[in-house]
């Protein structure tokens, strides 16, 4: 045990701007002057600007005793989190690239690590500005805050990935202009595709994919009809499927100069009755779209097709199995195998299944 006197002792590598949380790098101990060295030519693009207020400190160690390397690399991860944890509930907290045009608009590229969005960035931050490789962060009312963290890059022969400052990288700074969200795409890149390119996605199945690359989605107010409705401003959520990252610079220069799509019509659900034979579980927010449903609960979202949704829409309003089933065969018609009567009771069977309904 450390007595007080044996403390250790800190000193600022550099104070960032993370989504606009200022965030204080501390060293512990001092480090090693080299190693001091990388890590603020690393984060040097990120720099807060003076006077801004250091929500978060994070420390790391880069004495002699350890890799510093590893230190440097695991250094991005807690800089990151620190900043996703300061704005847990106010923000849409997207695990995504982003780039900005002159004008200040910004595509946001999501997917799951692995899914290539640095090298996307790297490409795409030599034509545009470069806005993070990593995370973006969105308010209601679109507006984006930067993350220009070091880009994480293999390098032969090293055991970690090495942390470079985008600006070492070629990569272009912020536009003058404020930032606004302009659009958001689901990143895949598919080598064996035939057939790259933009192509729009149904808005419960983008925000179904979204979900896992969102950070806190429960504790934003009304979590799904608030991402619907950042959707809706931006006109919806499309699907870029690439060979090369070689190729994405010339899609997404057509991407800022094409006309946003029409926004998919949606509502929310209405409260559920106390009556009737089923329970409604409580969900955290619920939203409707063209007949079916998407719904958040305990932090988990579920989509429900045109019958589940009619399914359990007319059981949160208090209707029997006989009720459902004749609203089904007028909305859907006889079925054409089975009787119908059979294949609510089955609808009925999986919504309890997901946690939706309770038998009362």
Known sequence: MRSTSDAPSTSVLASVDALGV???????????????????????????SPGTTQLRAVEVSLSGEDDVAGALSDLS???????????????????AAGVAAPDGRVFA???????????????????????????VAVDAALTVWPYRKPLSVIVEGEQFKQQIAPSDLGLLPLPPAPLQLAGITL??????????????????DAICEMTPQI?????LPSPLQYVAR????IGGVTRLIYRDATELPAV???????????????????????????????VEDAILVDGRACILREGVVTALDHRGCLVWTLCRQGADAREITDAAV???GEPADGDPAALIAQTIDELVGHGLLERA
């Open 22 to 48: 200022g965030v204080s790098i501390l060293v512990r101990d001092g480090g090693e002057p080299g190693a001091v060295d990388r890590g603020r030519s690393a984060w040097r693009d990120a720099v807060s």
């Open 77 to 95: 991860t807690h800089v990151t989190l620190a900043a996703l944890d300061a704005l847990r509930g106010s923000r849409l907290l997207l695990h």
């Open 109 to 135: 590229f999501v997917g799951p690590s692995g899914r290539g969005k640095t090298t996307a960035a790297r490409h795409l931050g030599a034509r545009f500005g470069y806005v993070s490789d990593e995370s």
């Open 187 to 204: 990143l895949e890149r598919d080598p064996d595709t035939h057939a790259p390119g933009i192509s729009p996605v149904d808005l419960i």
């Open 215 to 219: 950070s806190y989605l429960p504790e």
């Open 230 to 233: 950042i959707i809706d401003r």
């Open 252 to 282: 997404v220069d057509e991407m800022f100069a094409a006309t946003p799509p029409a926004a998919q019509p949606w509502s929310s659900a209405p409260e559920g009755s106390a009556s009737g034979p089923w329970r409604c579980a409580a």
């Open 330 to 332: 007028a909305a859907f």
